[in-house]
T-cell receptor
């Protein structure tokens, strides 16, 4: 079993829809949770950074962490074609290396 | 967010030659830098972790004599692919983390290496 599980998709939704992306994990030591967006042939771009459980909102993006269920989510509201990319969840236990999910390929159709 | 600059963005080299990739943190001091390799449609594979002024820690299966990592300053780390072969062709990405206890990691733009 992988430490971090993420459905690779692909996921295709119409423009304006709410997108829900999720990851589950098995290591209870993880405390720091991140979501990255990666366009083709580019480096990942940090979207959201969350410590421990709770919600965090930034514009159209909302990150949720449920440590009791070992489950994290990223919601994208009013999705745009420019949101089409691969979304990677990542997490760590502190001063340790990041552990990444496989990435979900998302396409927003105009 | 913080800026990490990686150079070059793409490079083509002949088999048997060496290639150096640079990773710079432009607006912060990076105590730790990471080097990843990414195959098409796959996630990032960590190759090594480097801390300023000390030897890099390589992941299992990564040849340290082939992938030389130097982290000479708090803003610069380099990855040198020595005696490159076509199977080393890949997308290499660096990331940098600010300070101890802060685990936000920022990524460079990536380097596409093609060995012919």
């Amino acid at each position: 079993q992988k430490e971090v599980e993420q459905d690779p998709g692909p996921l295709s939704v119409p423009e304006g829809a709410i997108v829900s992306l999720n990851c589950t994990y098995s290591n209870s030591a993880f405390q720091y949770f991140m979501w990255y967006r990666q366009y083709s042939r580019k480096g990942p771009e940090l979207l959201m950074y969350t410590y421990s459980s709770g919600n965090k909102e930034d514009g159209r993006f909302t990150a949720q962490v449920d440590k009791s269920s070992k489950y994290i989510s990223l919601f994208i509201r009013d999705s745009q074609p420019s949101d089409s990319a691969t979304y990677l969840c990542a997490m760590s236990g502190g001063a340790q290396k990041l552990v990444f999910g496989q990435g979900t390929r998302l396409t927003i159709n105009p | 967010g913080a800026v990490v600059s990686q150079h070059p963005s793409w490079v083509i080299c002949k088999s048997g030659t060496s290639v150096k990739i640079e990773c710079r943190s432009l607006d912060f001091q990076a105590t730790t830098m990471f080097w990843y390799r990414q195959f098409p449609k796959q996630s990032l594979m960590l190759m090594a972790t480097s801390n300023e002024g000390s030897k890099a820690t390589y992941e299992q299966g990564v040849e340290k004599d082939k992938f030389l990592i130097n982290h000479a300053s708090l803003t610069l780390s380099t990855l040198t692919v020595t005696s490159a072969h076509p199977e080393d062709s890949s997308f290499y990405i660096c990331s940098a983390r600010r300070g101890a206890g802060n685990t936000e990691a920022f990524f460079g733009q990536g380097t596409r290496l093609t060995v012919v």
